[in-house]
């Protein structure tokens, strides 16, 4: 049993493309998220969704767009994808108010 | 700037042994700390977490300790075995300012000598 998923495992594209990363989460939280690891290793926040509303949005470029048609789904819009997007992407979920976030396995984006 | 710092890139343990992790933050809104463990093509996968207000938290092998007047926490692990090896993530939460994601160390990696 998959707790959270993403799809695609690896993504290769060129520069210019639009594409998008899919997360499904089958533990019944109300919270998602969306982390960027990058070249540095860092983890950092792009997005979370609590009850299909967006309560936060860091200094994101705003060719992305996350995209929640359920609680159970956060999807990750990409346009015009360049060079410097190419990172491990993370889903991530939560109930409001609990500190622990669980992870998916990841989403390696590379963008030629 | 890092609110959240991991000093150590790598650290190399017999088997057996102690591990410690360390990890110093910045940010004393912080109300919970939390420890993952990630394996390589794997997401991070939760380990061990401790609330602003205590200084110790044990599971099993795993306890974490915090010094909040240092701004310093620790993850020990006894005994080491050599599937601990993995990358430690240090993360923190800012619940009143951020409204609950994580802020994230940039990691330790354990290598567990047999």
């Known amino acids: 049993d998959t707790a959270v998923s993403q799809t695609p495992k690896y993504l290769v594209t060129q520069m210019g493309n639009d594409k998008s990363i899919k997360c499904e989460q089958n533990l019944g939280h109300d919270t998602m998220y969306w982390y960027k690891q990058d070249s540095k290793k860092f983890l950092k926040i792009m997005f979370s969704y609590n009850n299909k509303e967006l309560i936060i949005n860091e200094t994101v470029p705003n060719r992305f767009s996350p995209k929640s048609p359920d609680k159970a789904h956060l999807n990750l819009h990409i346009n015009s994808l360049e060079l410097g997007d190419s990172a491990v992407y993370f889903c991530?979920?939560?109930?409001?108010?609990?500190?622990?976030?669980?992870f998916g396995p990841g989403t390696r984006l590379l963008v030629l | 700037d890092q609110q959240v710092k991991q000093n150590s890139p790598s650290l190399s343990v017999q088997e057996g042994r102690i591990s410690i992790l360390n990890c110093d933050y910045t940010n004393s809104m912080f109300d919970y700390f939390l420890w993952y463990k990630k394996y390589p093509a794997e997401g991070p996968t939760f380990l061990i977490s401790i609330s602003s207000i205590k200084d110790k938290n044990e599971d099993g092998r795993f306890t974490v300790f915090l010094n909040k007047s240092a701004k310093h926490l620790s993850l020990h692990i006894v005994p080491s075995q050599p599937g601990d090896s993995a990358v430690y993530f240090c993360a923190a939460r800012d619940y009143g300012g951020s409204q609950g994601n994580l802020i994230f160390g940039k990691g330790t990696k354990l290598s567990v000598k047999p």
């Open positions: 991530a979920s939560t109930r409001t108010g609990r500190e622990t976030q669980y």
